[in-house]
Nanobody, 116 residues
């Protein structure tokens, strides 16, 4: 069994920053892609950013230039640095990992609220 534990969400003012972390643990052989999705009330879950085990990244257009995704393969951990946050970034953020021989795993979600 695999567990993804997220941390770092919270309330921040517009223009502020937050850093989300997600650590995978359990029966893990290797992890290919890790990433973050988000879901705002009344909207579908969407990809925010993803990173391969080789370090190649992919960002949602609205995140480019503001968010930075990084990864520590030795710790099975991924980090999302979010700067210049906007009210429209408000959502529950979910960590995702594609684990070899195990399939996709999801975290429990962490709330990010951007409001003055």
């Amino acid at each position: 069994q695999v567990h993804l534990v997220e941390s770092g969400g919270g309330l921040v003012q517009p223009g502020g920053s937050l850093r989300l972390s997600c650590a995978a643990s359990g029966d893990i052989f290797s992890i290919s892609t890790m990433g973050w999705y988000r879901q705002a009330p009344g909207k579908q879950r969407e990809l925010v950013a993803a990173i391969t085990d080789g370090g190649r990244t992919n960002y949602k257009d609205s995140a480019k230039g503001r968010f930075t995704l990084s990864r520590n393969n030795a710790k099975n951990t991924v980090y999302l640095q979010m700067n210049s946050l906007k009210p429209e970034d408000t959502a529950v953020y979910y960590c995702n990992a594609d684990i070899k021989y195990r399939g996709l795993a999801w975290g429990q979600g962490t709330q990010v609220t951007v409001s003055s």
